[in-house]
């Protein structure tokens, strides 16, 4: 009787500890789990590094959710995110942006930074451009100089936002270098635009954050900074992030709090990156012109054509 006892004793000992074990791992497993979202995002703020910035400061939080960033140009990272390829996207070419809304693919918005574009070009500056009193006298004044002969200017051709915004300038001027020979489309990133304009003395647009790291890098010595104003709204770069309505679950979950992370931190995740590193902050938290960035939004959502 009493082994009996002892038997049944067991028998009901290991049956706890083991559901009490089955308890543990799945609960375990499904907390630890790792989540992965792919961000699809201009190249402009991966190239920079503040978005594996951004994603090392959430792992704090979040250590089980993995950020996979695929950099390209924003019109191929809304394309992407048409496609289902991606759960959210960082971008900054506001009338893409706006299309993508109206036709329900992204959702959500949140502006979370600004900086400048700006125009570099040779050291020799044959077309005068730094003496330019505004970016469309610029435009103009390379387009002269080019058809002399005497400039060459880098498009990016990759509908990046970057592209559209130099396009709008383009027309804005009342000029279209399209089929001139001096016009090299190059088709690629920021950074390679970059490289390419110092190897062939050339002049582009770009957003003044890649610039400075690549410059600062020895990358760009054939460049320097001709145009840059700061209170010139054609110049002034926004940055948006959008949750694609078509991502679900849990993905969806730590996406949007990735997304509600950096717009509730930006003044310190945003506003200091780059600062002790290049004396300046590469990006602006969005809340510096709040009010500001969202007129010029929609300003540029209804001006800039593709």
């Not at 849990?250 to 990735?258: M, P, T």
């Amino acid at each position: 009787m009493v082994r009996y006892i002892r038997v049944i004793a067991f028998a009901v000992v290991t049956i706890i500890t083991v559901s009490a074990l089955s308890l543990y791992l799945y609960y375990q497993g499904s907390v630890g789990q790792e989540i992965r979202i792919r961000i699809s995002t201009t190249t402009s703020l991966y190239s920079t590094g503040l978005l594996s910035y951004l994603a090392e400061e959430f792992s704090k939080i979040h250590s089980n959710v993995r950020l996979d960033f695929i950099a390209v140009g924003t019109g191929a990272a809304l394309k992407l995110a048409e496609h289902g390829d991606a759960c959210a996207v960082f971008v900054h070419a506001p009338s893409i942006e706006r299309r993508y809304i109206d036709r329900g693919i992204i959702t959500g918005g949140r502006i979370i930074a600004y900086n400048y574009f700006i125009i570099v070009g040779p050291v020799e500056d044959p077309a005068g451009v730094n003496k330019s009193r505004d970016v469309l006298a610029a435009f103009r004044s390379i387009y002269a100089t080019g058809d002399l002969g005497k400039a060459f200017f880098i498009t990016r051709g990759d509908n990046s936002g970057t592209n559209v915004r130099e396009l709008s300038l383009w027309s804005r001027s009342g000029l279209d270098p399209s089929r001139k020979g001096w016009y090299k489309n190059c088709g690629c990133s920021m950074d390679q635009a970059l490289v390419m304009a110092n190897e062939f003395r050339a002049y582009t647009l770009s957003d003044a954050g890649t610039y400075m790291q690549f410059k600062r890098a020895g990358r760009l010595p054939n460049l320097e900074i001709l145009y840059a104003n700061a209170t010139d709204p054609n110049m002034i770069n926004i940055y948006s992030i959008y949750i694609v309505s078509s991502c679900k679950g849990d993905v969806r979950k730590y996406a949007e709090e990735f997304r509600d992370f950096v717009y509730s931190n930006q003044e310190k995740l945003i506003g200091n990156y780059g600062v002790s590193r290049y004396g300046a902050p590469l990006f602006y938290p969005a809340r510096d012109k709040a009010q500001e960035n969202q007129v010029l939004w929609r300003e540029l959502a209804s001006e800039e054509k593709e």
